[in-house]
């Protein structure tokens, strides 16, 4: 089955700086990468996903970007802000086939400092 | 409804214990999974359902484990004989067409 690893596990920056989470993925059919957000004891939230078919995707503060060959993808953050402090996943899914299962990757804590 | 609804938010189980964790899904959705948080770790795939039918359960732990949606609609995971390392958050999430998860609220289950 698919295996998700992510890095780093907890990362510390400053408020304004950039942030940068990174994932590997092991399985050559998964091609569909969301990432979540999730602050203590709420629910995941779905932040930007990407599809293997764009190798980059924005959406303001938020970016993806992909490489399909090396199997893996990043999140990029530009001007953190304290309210970006939270636990982020990234995850791999196919896209038929068992139901659109996500597999996790173990989870990064940003914490953004004043 | 607008929204993934879970409940109990939180539930204390004796070791042996029953449970039975509902699920709410959103009016019309037809995929409808489950997964467990553990602390400090991401969820991780227990079963899948679309509408009745439950397509996958590759990922339920043990046979104590158990789950139904018997009208394609509300869902239910049912963990027989607890232990204490069932303790975890139990999430309940259905699907877009264009594989968009919501997410519920999830279940705090501490066995103890």
């Known amino acids: 089955g698919e295996n998700v690893e992510q890095h780093p596990s907890t990362l510390s920056v400053q408020e304004g700086d950039s942030a940068v989470i990174k994932c590997t993925y092991s399985?050559?059919?998964?091609?569909?990468f969301p990432w979540y957000k999730q602050e203590l004891g709420k629910r995941p939230q779905l932040i930007i996903d990407?599809?293997?078919?764009?190798g980059e995707k924005k959406d303001q503060r938020i970016a993806v970007t992909l490489n399909k060959t090396a199997k893996h993808f990043s999140l990029h953050i530009t001007e953190t802000q304290p309210e970006d402090s939270a636990v982020y996943f990234c995850?791999?899914?196919?896209?038929?086939?068992?139901?659109?299962?996500?597999?996790f990757g173990t989870g990064t804590q940003l914490k953004v400092e004043l | 409804g607008a929204g993934v609804s879970q409940s109990p938010r939180y539930k204390v189980a004796k070791r042996g214990q029953d449970v039975a964790l509902r699920c709410d899904p959103i009016s019309g959705h037809v995929s409808l999974f489950w997964y467990q948080q553990a602390l400090g770790q991401g969820p991780e795939f227990l079963t899948y359902?679309?509408?009745?039918?439950?397509?996958?359960k590759s990922g339920l732990p043990s046979d104590r484990f158990f789950a139904e949606r018997p009208e394609g609609s509300v869902s239910t995971l049912k963990i027989q004989r607890t232990q204490q390392e069932d303790s975890a958050v139990y999430l309940c999430a259905t699907i877009t067409a264009n594989y968009g998860y919501t997410f519920g609220s999830g279940t705090r289950l501490t066995v103890v």
């Open positions: 990407i599809r293997s078919n764009v």
């Open positions: 399985d050559s059919a998964s091609n569909y």
């Open positions: 995850a791999a899914s196919k896209a038929a086939g068992g139901g659109n299962k996500l597999t």
């Open positions: 359902f679309q509408n009745e039918a439950q397509l996958d």
